[in-house]
């Protein structure tokens, strides 16, 4: 006889088979690479300064590509930090059972968020001096020493308190007796751009602040500056720890950076052919009729369309693999669904699996394409592909 116990790990372990079967069977999928991703970390590892670690930014659900099981293998891969952006994301990792260090680079600005952060052990960013006050009253009323990271504007303009005005803020903190500064740290503007004159001037404000913090005998704590760009860019801005988001997830946050490190793309979106029909010439496809056929066309429909992430505007313009060759995506993308050209496909069928970002033979398709299409960032193409689509761990 099975126990309660065996019986529900049995159905438990059915049900993520028959999740994975589901959706390996699904219309439309994410694939994420695990030994991809691993194989990133080291290779990102591999050009760290000696005493640098690394912080794997897995924000916004790993940018995409699912976070629980990113983090997964990024510690395991020699990541020793996490960074999130906000509150929910931190929780999301610990109910997952995730014990490493997690650090908050969003602002925490109420006295429940300050309580959610102690009690799930997160390690929040403070920017104000007003931060530094309510963090420490909060600490005292819940009888804790709470780590705290604090951030200085250098010239991003966006959280933290501006260099020059830093030296009363720092010094509350370490004042503070509630409080233990576990890193003070700031962010680049323009780390991924060719020009370093905004970059130098940034990272030489920051070695300003920090040598003032100092001559006020504020011990110094872990120091960091540099996300993808900027650990690609030098290794002098390497300090303790980096904060990589892009490069882990095997994506150049600028093509002159490209020869630092070798690193491959961990996910992919495909999708299936679900029908496939002859048009005869002159003959209007999708919403507004936006292409219309000029001789006998062979059209596959692909479930897949922009409520998946497949934006809009590259109707007509949007290129896919089928079977190891590029085929043209006609017409409007719809909610659901597009058409492709498979004309010079005669073995196509229903069924098919169509790649639209990734690789197959030795042909590829990348996020940056896409940006590059769009005049946007291949950060928001990741982030851009919707929770309807199943992320499938490779
Ligand atoms: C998102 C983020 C990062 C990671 O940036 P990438 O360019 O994706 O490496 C690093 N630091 C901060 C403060 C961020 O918000």
């Given at each position: 006889m099975l126990d309660g116990e065996q019986l529900s790990y049995i159905v438990s372990q059915a049900c993520r088979h028959y999740q994975f079967s589901k959706a390996i069977r699904q219309r439309a999928w994410v694939e994420i690479d695990h030994q991809?991703?691993?194989?990133?970390?080291?290779?990102?590892?591999?050009?760290?300064?000696?005493?640098?670690?690394?912080?794997?930014v897995v924000k916004a659900d790993a940018y995409g590509h699912g976070a629980i099981k990113v983090a997964e293998t990024v510690l395991r891969a020699g990541a020793t930090w996490l960074a999130i952006a906000t509150l929910g994301e931190g929780v999301e990792l610990r109910e997952a059972g995730i014990t490493a260090p997690i650090l908050v680079l969003g602002a925490t600005n109420t006295t429940e968020e300050i309580e959610a952060i102690a009690h799930w052990d997160l390690q929040p960013t403070l920017c104000t001096l007003a931060q530094v006050k309510l963090f420490d009253q909060t600490a005292a009323k819940l009888g804790k020493i709470l780590p705290v990271h604090l951030k200085i504007d250098t010239g991003m303009s966006r959280l933290g308190t501006r260099w020059e005005e830093a030296l009363p803020f720092v010094s509350a903190a370490h004042a503070a007796s509630n409080l233990n500064i576990a890193s003070i740290y700031s962010h680049f503007a323009t780390a991924d751009e060719p020009d370093p004159s905004t970059l130098n001037q940034q990272h030489q404000r920051f070695q300003e602040a920090i040598a003032n913090f100092q001559q006020h005998g504020i011990p110094i704590p872990k120091l960091h500056i540099s996300n993808s760009a900027a650990t690609l860019h030098s290794t002098a801005l390497h300090y303790d720890l980096v904060r990589i988001g892009l490069s882990i997830y095997g994506v150049y946050p600028a093509p002159h950076l490209a020869a630092q490190v070798s690193l491959r793309p961990v996910l992919q979106v495909k999708a299936r052919i679900t029908q496939i029909k002859t048009l005869p010439p002159n003959t209007g496809v999708s919403y507004g009729h936006r292409f219309k056929t000029s001789a006998p066309t062979?059209?596959?429909?692909?479930?897949?369309?922009?409520?998946?992430?497949?934006?809009?505007?590259?109707?007509?313009?949007?290129?896919?693999?089928?079977?190891?060759?590029?085929?043209?995506?006609?017409?409007?993308?719809?909610?659901?669904?597009?058409?492709?050209?498979?004309?010079?496909?005669?073995?196509?069928?229903?069924?098919?699996?169509?790649?639209?970002?990734?690789?197959?033979?030795?042909?590829?398709?990348?996020?940056?394409?896409?940006?590059?299409?769009?005049?946007?960032?291949?950060?928001?193409?990741?982030?851009?592909?919707?929770?309807?689509?199943?992320?499938?761990?490779?």
């Open positions: 991809a991703l691993a194989d990133n970390i080291r290779a990102l590892k591999g050009i760290l300064a000696p005493q640098t670690a690394l912080m794997a062979k059209i596959a429909v692909v479930g897949i369309g922009y409520a998946d992430g497949v934006p809009r505007r590259l109707s007509n313009q949007l290129k896919v693999l089928v079977n190891g060759i590029f085929a043209p995506q006609v017409g409007a993308i719809t909610m659901d669904q597009i058409m492709l050209d498979v004309t010079h496909l005669p073995a196509v069928q229903v069924g098919d699996v169509v790649t639209l970002i990734g690789h197959e033979t030795k042909e590829q398709l990348t996020v940056d394409q896409w940006a590059n299409q769009l005049g946007t960032i291949s950060w928001e193409i990741l982030c851009g592909f919707k929770h309807r689509l199943p992320r499938i761990n490779l």
